[in-house]
């Protein structure tokens, strides 16, 4: 499975951004695709994610700002972000995994900078 993610960018804080990631290859009927985010000196942390059925999760810094969303027919997932804040600032990951335990698979990563 390959995961080509897209639409990063530089905003300004209260602005919006959409990412997208589509994925090419073996692709499981069941699974789940997610955002992560990595700030400088920061560890990885998950974003959100949205399973095949569409069940999501979300971090609590993205809930009510940030909507999970997938179109399974173009094995594509999107992650709406609005209200966006400097704390956003980081490289956005897109995340494959089947086993919900298992690292997964992962996109190239794309940059996110809010100024402020």
């Known amino acids: 499975v390959q995961l080509q993610a897209s639409g990063g960018g530089l905003v300004q804080s209260g602005g919006s951004l959409r990412l997208s990631c589509a994925a090419s290859?073996?692709?499981?009927?069941?699974?789940?695709m997610g955002w992560y985010r990595q700030a400088p000196g920061k560890q990885r942390e998950l974003v959100a994610s949205?399973?095949?059925?569409?069940?999501?999760n979300y971090a609590d810094s993205a809930k009510g700002r940030f909507t999970i969303s997938r179109d399974n027919a173009k094995n594509t997932v999107y992650l709406q972000m609005n209200s966006l804040k400097s704390e956003d600032t980081a490289v956005y990951y897109c995340?494959?995994?089947?086993?919900?335990?298992?690292?997964?698979?992962w996109g190239q990563g794309t940059q996110v900078t809010v100024s402020s």
């Open positions: 995340n494959y995994k089947i086993n919900p335990l298992a690292r997964g698979l």
């Open positions: 290859g073996s692709i499981s009927s069941v699974h789940t």
């Open positions: 949205i399973t095949t059925g569409g069940r999501t």
